[in-house]
T-cell receptor, first 111, second 116 residues
Framework: GEDVEQSLFLSVREGDSSVINCTYT??????LYWYKQEPGAGLQLLTY?????DMKQDQRLTVLLNKKDKHLSLRIADTQTGDSAIYFC???????????FGAGTTVTVRA | DGGITQSPKYLFRKEGQNVTLSCEQN?????MYWYRQDPGQGLRLIYY???????QKGDIAEGYSVSREKKESFPLTVTSAQKNPTAFYLC???????????????FGPGTRLTVT
């Protein structure tokens, strides 16, 4: 199974907040990342959080990290149609320092 | 304009043929990576290279080969030994461990390979 788990789909109304959740397994992971993938394109780095932080805010994006539960979330405020994409959570594996990706959450923004 | 280019965007091949996917970066990154993406799955690491003339197998290297003769280029060959080659292939690059954040990877636009 996946080391990093995400729900596969999220539908949100334009203007509302989106919350995408992720659980990871490596408690020694140093960095956790959020990437965005638009249809037919590569991945775009959105934001990341270092493991000694609980929260990071970057404009409309808020990342929350709960190390005890190994839970990461990405909140997008005032969701727009341009936010429709697949969002990937990734952790840095402590055994080889490579990224391990979740399966991605497809976010659909409806009018 | 710095970035990563992959060509072609779409590639079609007959079963039994080898095919090479191109990846070029002008970000002056030391490390480069190849991933495979299948529907409903996360990215899986095929090969990576931390420096010119050196590369290592990732999690799913069987049926693939790479070379790293130049810092800017990291081509991936999908051989006829790869059992299920149809997928979306993504190339990425990052700084090396001594020059920056090695975990912050930047991705190319991808190549969709279809083998029939």
């Amino acid at each position: 199974g996946e080391d990093v788990e995400q729900s596969l789909f999220l539908s949100v109304r334009e203007g509302d907040s989106s919350v995408i959740n992720c659980t990871y397994t490596d408690s020694s992971s140093t960095y956790l990342y959020w990437y965005k993938q638009e249809p037919g394109a590569g991945l775009q780095l959105l934001t990341y959080i270092f493991s000694n932080m609980d929260m990071k805010q970057d404009q409309r994006l808020t990342v929350l990290l709960n190390k005890k539960d190994k839970h990461l979330s990405l909140r997008i405020a005032d969701t727009q149609t341009g936010d429709s994409a697949i969002y990937f959570c990734a952790e840095v594996r402590s055994n080889d320092y490579k990224l391990s990706f979740g399966a991605g959450t497809t976010v659909t923004v409806r009018a | 304009d710095g970035g990563i280019t992959q060509s072609p965007k779409y590639l079609f091949r007959k079963e039994g043929q080898n095919v090479t996917l191109s990846c070029e970066q002008n970000l002056n990154h030391d490390a480069m990576y190849w991933y495979r993406q299948d529907p409903g799955q996360g990215l899986r690491l095929i090969y990576y290279s931390q420096i010119v003339n050196d590369f290592q197998k990732g999690d799913i290297a069987e049926g693939y080969s790479v070379s790293r003769e130049k810092k800017e280029s990291f081509p991936l060959t999908v051989t006829s030994a790869q059992k299920n080659p149809t997928a979306f292939y993504l190339c990425a690059s990052s700084h090396g461990a001594l020059t920056g954040n090695v975990y912050e990877q930047y991705f190319g636009p991808g190549t969709r390979l279809t083998v029939t």
